[in-house]
Every structure is written in C-alpha cells, then in structure tokens.
C-alpha cells in the first residue's frame, strides 16, 4: 500500500524531555512538510523539505528540529526547548513544490 | 505574507442543498490550488485540485478557479451530513521563505442539517 506513515498515534512526553515523530512515505515523494495544528486552528507549518539533505524553517521551528537523510523518511524531533508541544502533528508530502499534499494520519502529542 | 483567507463559518446548510465555500488569495503568482476536507480529529484529506482558471468537476464536487480576481470556490451538491467537515483551501505559489510553498487558509466548518 502506497501512503504516508506517522507513528506512533499517541504519544506522551515528560516536561523537559525530547520526542521524535516519525513520518514515512513510499510515494517517491521530493517535498515534505510538518504542521502543527492546535484545537479549533489552522495548520501552521513547522519544517519543510523539498529535496533530500535539504531542508527549511517554517513559521514555527522553535524547539523543534527535523533531518532528512533518506527521501523516504522526514523525521521530527520536539525539543524540551518548545514549550507548549501539547498539540496535532501532522506529516505531509508531495511529488514536487508544484503539486498536492498528502497528509499522513497525524501524531497526538501531550505533555504529562 | 502570502495570506489564503476562508470564512471560518459556520456554515450550515440542509441535507440536499448546495453548499458554496469561498477562498481568497493575495499571491498573484500562485499556481496550483486545492481544496481538503477535515474531519474532527482526523488528517485532511484532499477532495480537489485545480490548475487553470474555470469550473472541473467530480462527482458532488465542483472546483471553480478565477486567478483575475484570485478566487477559488469548492461547490458541494446535494450535501449530505456525512460532508459535515471542515474544508481547507491551499494554495501553491513561490517560495515563500518561512511560510513554504504550500499555504492553508484556516478553513471552513460546514454544517449539513438532516
């Protein structure tokens, strides 16, 4: 099955310490994008990538830090350094700047 | 700041009704645009995408583009409750540094009465 694959769907964090989010595609996608997304809010956009070994702050890339070493893979490491993480993650990817997005089922981060 | 702006809404319609979703863009560059469908507490989904300026049509879905006065529209005909969602619209333009390539308005929240 072709998709996007975020694990895991849950995902429960201590003050102060970090997470990875992982996001995983087999579309042969170039870009791909993290947003975050609060109750009631628009997506906003954290990191994007379009090529492999490149990538490029969004809006909201404090305390939050991402690699993409392999074209198939963009994950996202939530730093102690974001304070307020509690939130909807979500993964995308497209086959270039140009096309649609395709989301993955998303990740649901809560600080304990 | 590229902006895409959506009346929030919400917008409620009866079962069986037309229901008209709006979006504005200020990127005069922008190329692509797409239309998603957001259930609550689900990742959305894309329901359309348009290139070029006139109507395309699928199914219950009918995308509208005008890039002279930069407005998209997404028409659903005969809703049905199971079309209660929130719809964003994208758009896809220039790079835009830290706002990326790909721009969501906030969306829409529909409503559809049986």
């Known amino acids: 099955d072709g998709g996007i694959t975020q694990s895991p769907k849950y995902l429960f964090r201590k003050e102060g310490q970090n997470v990875t989010l992982s996001c995983e595609q087999n579309l042969n996608h170039d870009a791909m994008y993290w947003y975050r997304q609060d109750p009631g809010q628009g997506l906003r956009l954290i990191y994007y990538s379009q090529i492999v070994n490149d990538f490029q702050k969004g809006d909201i890339a404090e305390g939050y830090s991402v690699s993409r070493e392999k074209k198939e893979s963009f994950p996202l490491t939530v730093t102690s350094a974001q304070k307020n993480p509690t939130a909807f993650y979500l993964c995308?990817?497209?086959?270039?700047?140009?096309?649609?997005?395709?989301f993955g089922q998303g990740t649901r981060l809560t600080v304990v | 700041q590229k902006e895409v702006e959506q009346n929030s809404g919400p917008l409620s319609v009866p079962e069986g009704a037309i229901a008209s979703l709006n979006c504005t863009y200020s990127?005069?560059?922008?190329?692509?645009f797409f239309w998603y469908r957001q259930y609550s507490g689900k990742s959305p989904e894309l329901i359309m995408s348009?290139?070029?300026?006139g109507d395309k049509e699928d199914g219950r879905f009918t995308a509208q583009l005008n890039k002279a006065s930069q407005y998209v529209s997404l028409l659903i005909r005969d809703s049905q409750p199971s079309d209660s969602a929130t719809y964003l619209c994208?758009?896809?333009?220039?790079?835009?540094?830290?706002?990326?390539?790909?721009?969501f308005g906030k969306g829409t929240k529909l409503s559809v009465k049986p």
């Open positions: 995308a990817s497209s086959l270039d700047r140009d096309t649609e997005a395709f």
């Open positions: 348009i290139y070029s300026n």
């Open positions: 990127d005069r560059g922008s190329q692509s």
């Open positions: 994208a758009v896809n333009g220039e790079d835009g540094g830290s706002q990326g390539n790909l721009i």
